[in-house]
């Protein structure tokens, strides 16, 4: 799989996923699920005071399909990329932390299924 380029194409992605919550078949959404209870490193969309936590896993491959999703977290590779693009590093945030779970509420994941600790890039209006 090749890497995004642009933050275009990031974005692209991040559709995809939002559409994938909502619109994908019983097995593909619980490769999300799946996705999202693994992941540490997210990318946070802030559209109109609502907050979507996108995995990194997910964002950094160009066109990444969530069939695709083998089970394994490739944030070792796709943060870098990532990293560069947004030209920050992800970072801890309680305030964040605590927004997530109130996401993981509404798509119905369990708060106790997710890890303690997580890493966050944000985006505003995008």
Do not use: A
């Not at 990318?43 to 089970?71: A, C, R």
């Not at 796709?78 to 309680?94: E, R």
């Not at 996401?103 to 209006?125: A, H, M």
């Amino acid at each position: 799989m090749n890497f995004v380029q642009d933050k275009e194409e990031v974005f692209d992605n991040v559709e995809s996923f939002l559409e994938g919550l909502e619109m994908n078949s019983e097995q593909e959404r619980k490769k999300t699920i799946q996705l999202i209870k693994k992941s540490k490193t997210f990318l946070v969309i802030d559209i109109d005071d609502v907050l979507v936590f996108v995995p990194s896993t997910f964002i950094g491959y160009k066109n990444y399909l969530i069939e695709n999703f083998s089970g394994k977290l490739m944030e070792h590779e796709t943060n870098p990329i990532l990293t560069q693009l947004f030209g920050s590093t992800p970072k801890i945030d309680k305030t964040l932390d605590e927004q997530f779970l109130n996401f993981c509420d509404e798509i119905e994941v369990n708060r106790n299924d997710v890890g303690l600790s997580r890493d966050y890039w944000i985006v505003k209006n995008i």
